[in-house]
């Protein structure tokens, strides 16, 4: 088993940042594929970016520009900074995991692991 923690959500204005933090613990693969996906009220769950252990990184087109995912394998963390934050991108942010075996695709149902999520709120 795999645990992760979300940290850093918040409030922020337009234009405003934060960075996103997940740890993992537990029994964690040597090479795992680590994603950010948010889920607004009403609205489907959305991957954002992944990341796999070697540190290629892909993000979605919405966010491509103003977010970046990177990773700190020493501390079991990645982290997603989000620059230039829009209304639309308020919601709840949730890292997940799954062994590079599974591949690294942003299938959100071919994730093995989940963390609780954390609030974003971008708001004037």
């Known amino acids: 088993q795999v645990q992760l923690v979300e940290s850093g959500g918040g409030s922020v204005q337009p234009g405003g940042s934060l960075r996103l933090s997940c740890t993992a613990s537990g029994n964690i693969p040597s090479n795992n594929c680590v994603a950010w996906f948010r889920q607004a009220p009403g609205k489907e769950r959305e991957g954002v970016a992944r990341?796999?252990?070697?540190?290629?990184?892909v993000l979605v087109d919405s966010v491509k520009g103003r977010f970046t995912i990177s990773r700190d394998n020493a501390k079991n963390t990645v982290y997603l900074q989000m620059n230039n934050l829009k209304p639309d991108d308020s919601a709840i942010y949730y890292c997940?995991?799954?062994?590079?075996?599974?591949?690294?695709?942003?299938?959100?149902?071919?994730?093995?692991?989940w963390g609780q999520g954390t609030q974003v709120t971008v708001s004037s």
């Open positions: 990341i796999n252990t070697a540190g290629f990184a």
């Open positions: 997940a995991s799954k062994p590079a075996a599974h591949g690294c695709s942003l299938g959100a149902s071919t994730f093995s692991f």
